[in-house]
C-alpha cells in the first residue's frame, strides 16, 4: 500500500493511523515519484520508523543528518524525528514499517518499556542511523525488514507474533551495538524546529517575515537562517515556499471550483506567474497540468 499525500498537521505531524490499536504497525511500499509531489515532505511521527530501499536511490534527510541510499540499504529514524525523502533516481522506491513503540512495550511501566523501549526514544543521539549490509549486525536488521515484508503481506497464522519477534531483533541490536548517549542539545534543537515549523504551517497562507521567525525561537536573523539551514538542509524561505506548494496541492484536487489565481493567492504566494513557476520548479508540472492529470492517481 503506498500513501499518495501524507497527511499532517500545523505542527508537521503526520497524522495516518498505522495499523490499528490492536496491531499498531504499517508497511507501505512507497514509490517516490508517485507521491502527489514527487518526494516525502518534512514530517514526524510518533512511530519509529524503519526503512529498507529495494530500488534506485534516496536521499533521505533527518534533522540535519543526510544520508544518500542505494537499493539494499536502509535506515532507522526515531520516534518524533523530523525527515524528508527525495528520489535520486525515477525508480526509487523503498518499503517503510511504522511502529509504535506500545507494540514492543509489554505493557505499560514493563521492565521493556522502562530499560529499553523509553531510553531509546529518548535518545536523540539515535535520532537516525544508516543500515548497510557490510556491517554485520546491520545486515541481520536488514534481513529482518525482509521477512516482515514477507510476512506482513501473506499474513499467514501467528504473522503478527513473528513480525513483533523480529522487530524486537532488530531493537535489541541498535541498543546492544551502539552505546546510549543521551544529548540535551539535539533535544532542545528538535522542540526548536518544530516551532518554526509550526510557526511556518499555521502562517502559511500570509506574509512571514524573517523577523517573525526569528522572534518566535528567540534568535536574530541571521543565526535563525544559519540554524534551519544547518539542520534542514534546505533555507526558511524554500521551506516556506514548499509548504505553500504541498498545501496548495490538496486545494487543486480538493477544491475544483478555485481558480489557479485564487488557490495561489490564498496559499501565500503574491503573484499566480510566480506560484506557476515555483509549482512547476518542485513538481516538474504546472499546477493546470497537476489538477488534470494527479487527480486520476488512486
Known amino acids: 500500500m503506498q500513501i499518495y499525500n501524507i497527511p499532517i498537521d500545523r505542527e508537521k505531524m503526520e497524522t495516518t493511523q498505522h495499523g ?7 508497511l507501505y511500499e512507497t514509490v517516490l515519484t508517485k507521491n502527489v509531489l514527487g518526494f516525502i515532505d518534512w514530517h514526524w511521527h510518533n512511530e519509529f520508523q524503519f526503512c529498507y530501499i529495494t530500488r534506485g536511490q534516496i536521499q533521505i534527510t533527518a534533522l540535519q543528518n543526510v544520508y544518500v541510499l542505494s537499493a539494499g540499504m536502509g535506515i532507522f529514524i526515531n520516534s518524533s ?7 535520486l533516481t525515477k525508480d526509487a522506491t523503498y518499503l517503510c514499517i511504522d511502529v509504535h513503540p506500545s507494540l514492543l512495550s509489554a505493557f505499560p511501566g ?7 523501549i523509553s531510553p531509546l526514544l529518548s535518545d536523540k543521539s539515535r535520532s537516525s542511523i544508516p543500515l548497510i549490509t557490510s556491517v554485520s549486525w546491520q545486515n541481520t536488521i536488514l534481513d529482518q525488514l525482509t521477512a516482515i ?3 506482513y503481506s501473506e499474513k499467514a497464522f501467528g504473522y503478527e507474533l513473528s513480525i513483533t519477534r523480529r522487530l524486537l531483533t532488530c531493537i535489541y541490536l541498535l541498543l546492544c551495538e551502539l552505546p546510549p548517549t543521551i544529548v540535551q542539545q539535539q533535544t532542545a534543537d528538535t522542540l526548536r524546529l518544530k ?10 497562507s500570509e506574509k512571514i517575515t524573517l523577523s517573525q521567525l526569528a522572534a518566535s525561537v528567540g534568535l536574530c536573523s541571521n543565526e535563525c537562517c544559519r540554524y534551519f539551514k544547518k539542520h534542514m538542509n534546505c533555507t526558511l524561505f524554500e521551506y516556506i515556499n514548499n509548504v505553500r506548494i504541498s498545501k496548495s496541492s490538496e486545494a487543486l484536487l480538493g ?10 493567492y490564498e496559499h501565500g504566494f ?6 506557476i513557476q515555483s509549482f512547476k520548479r518542485a513538481t516538474g508540472i504546472t499546477p493546470g497540468e497537476f489538477r488534470s492529470t494527479r487527480g486520476t492517481i488512486e
Not at 524525528?81 to 528520489?87: F, N, T
Not at 514493563?110 to 529499553?116: C, F, L, Q, V
Not at 516551532?195 to 502559511?204: A, F, K, M, N
Open 81 to 87: 524525528i523530523l525527515h524528508m525523502a527525495k528520489p
Open 149 to 151: 515484508h514477507h510476512e
Open 195 to 204: 516551532t518554526l515549523t509550526t510557526y511556518i504551517c499555521s502562517h502559511y
Open 110 to 116: 514493563s521492565i521493556i518499556e522502562s530499560n529499553y
Open 270 to 275: 503574491s503573484t499566480t506567474s510566480y506560484y
Open 20 to 26: 490499528t490499536s490492536a496491531f499498531p504497525l504499517a
Open 255 to 264: 477544491k475544483p471550483h478555485l481558480s489557479i489565481s485564487q488557490i495561489a
